[in-house]
């Protein structure tokens, strides 16, 4: 599974901007997609997961209420819109995969990892 990130950006404060996440593999439909995120000096950390229909959808404390994920299986697409972005939503954004059946909320969950998008959000 190859997973290829776009979207990031420099942004102000309380703007929105949607990453997306392109997974070449033929049965994107079995597979969890998460979105995780690594500031500076910091972990990598959970921020959104799907499950294959989109039925169920686990986010992060940090980001529930502006950040929304959705994927598009006849695209082999998975999206995070992200609204009323803050500084502290500064940092790299990793797109996930693992073909399993809930969604992962753990890094160690996923064995298929994009190569990241920067998104810098200035206050």
């Known amino acids: 599974v190859q997973l290829q990130a776009c979207g990031g950006g420099f942004v102000q404060a309380g703007a929105s901007l949607r990453l997306s996440c392109t997974a070449s593999v033929r049965t994107f439909s079995t597979y969890v997609m998460g979105w995780f995120r690594q500031a500076p000096g910091k972990e990598r950390e959970f921020v959104a997961a799907?499950?294959?229909?989109?039925?169920?959808?686990y986010y992060a404390d940090s980001v529930k209420g502006r950040f929304t994920i959705s994927r598009d299986n006849a695209k082999n697409m998975v999206y995070l819109q992200m609204n009323s972005l803050k500084s502290e939503d500064t940092a790299v954004y990793y797109c996930a995969a693992q073909q399993t059946i809930l969604p992962l909320t753990s890094v160690g969950g996923y064995n298929h990892w994009g190569q990241g998008t920067q998104l810098t959000v200035s206050s």
């Open positions: 799907i499950n294959w229909s989109g039925s169920t959808i």
